[in-house]
């Protein structure tokens, strides 16, 4: 089993900035990739992020160049730095974890870019 746990959501203005985080626990030995994924209300839940073990990364299209992921192994935990937000951007996030045979969700955490 794997625990995840996010946080840093926010209301934040067009163009600010956030950093997600998202700590692991649990059998974290197995945890193969990581990454985030988010939901728009009335929207499928779609690929933002992901990071391998070894620090390949892997970004949705509509965030290219906008965010980056990161990932602190000794922590155990996984990063999303999001920069030039927009609108479209306001969703739950959530943090995943895949390991062989399974994969873990987050609860999610609510990121509202307006002004």
């Known amino acids: 089993q794997v625990q995840l746990v996010e946080s840093g959501g926010g209301l934040v203005q067009p163009g600010g900035s956030l950093r997600l985080s998202c700590a692991a626990s649990g059998s974290i030995f197995s945890i193969a990739v990581m990454g985030w994924y988010r939901q728009a209300p009335g929207k499928q839940r779609e690929l933002v992020a992901t990071?391998?073990?070894?620090?390949?990364?892997n970004y949705g299209d509509s965030v290219k160049g906008r965010f980056t992921i990161s990932r602190d192994n000794a922590l155990n935990t996984v990063y999303l730095q999001m920069n030039s937000l927009k609108p479209e951007d306001t969703a739950v996030y959530y943090c995943n974890a895949k390991v062989v045979g399974n994969e873990y969700w987050g609860q999610g955490t609510q990121v509202t870019v307006s002004s």
């Open positions: 990071i391998t073990r070894g620090g390949i990364t």
